[in-house]
T-cell receptor, first 114, second 116 residues
């Protein structure tokens, strides 16, 4: 799986959009970008994933650059409950068993400030 | 859906004792994963199962660790004998049949182990 680089920490004001960047310059054509987050003392939680098109769900939006070497997770209206470590993960995604696991990096600690 | 259920949530034991952590995956999921999280090493995959069969145990730190999945609704992670460096939060996760739009991992709340 391709390696990802994320800032160690970020702050965001409550109610504003939180934009979390991720670099994955060695990504391959068949690798997806996944985002998970981990709120303190809880298990990681799936947020969103994409291959090359921008994606949106009820939690967030994922913007992937045209060359797919970087992406941005957007939380449109951050709340205090969004304070967490956010992990960007790149992996091949298929029905093959070897592709099912996730390899977590250090992630970005997002702190939403009141 | 109750989600992935882990027990115990907290365990404090003394060095040398046997520790057994338990996991009940989401019904219908055919993949089960055991992860360990420490401040120093972050989240590490220990082992994962597909249809109750261990597929990759290369992350298991040493022979003191063992994992089993006797049926589709139950898995255990055992440490015998336990050591202080095993202190960590152990997470279980499960995943269902993969399609291009699904297949994410669902994690339990974790079991916090402290070995004195």
């Amino acid at each position: 799986d391709a390696k990802t680089t994320q800032p160690t920490s970020m702050d965001c004001a409550e109610g504003r959009a939180a934009n979390l960047p991720c670099n994955h310059s060695t990504i391959s054509g068949n690798e997806y970008v996944y985002w998970y987050r981990q709120i303190h003392s809880q298990g990681p939680q799936y947020i969103i994933h994409g291959l090359k098109n921008n994606e949106t769900n009820e939690m967030a939006s994922l913007i992937i650059t045209e060359d797919r070497k970087s992406s941005t997770l957007i939380l449109p209206h951050a709340t205090l409950r969004d304070t967490a470590v956010y992990y960007c993960i790149v992996r091949v995604d298929s029905a093959l068993g070897s592709a099912r696991q996730l390899t977590f990096g250090s992630g970005t600690q997002l702190t939403v400030l009141p | 859906d109750a989600g992935v259920i882990q027990s115990p949530r907290h365990e404090v034991t003394e060095m040398g004792q046997e520790v057994t952590l338990r996991c009940k995956p989401i019904s219908g999921h055919d993949y089960l994963f055991w992860y360990r999280q420490t401040m120093m090493r972050g989240l590490e995959l220990l082992i994962y199962f597909n249809n109750n069969v261990p597929i990759d145990d290369s992350g298991m730190p040493e022979d003191r660790f063992s994992a089993k999945m006797p049926n589709a609704s139950f898995s255990t992670l055992k440490i015998q004998p336990s050591e202080p460096r095993d202190s960590a939060v152990y997470f279980c996760a499960s995943s269902g049949v993969w399609t291009p739009n699904t297949g994410e991992l669902f994690f339990g709340e974790g079991s916090r182990l402290t070995v004195l």
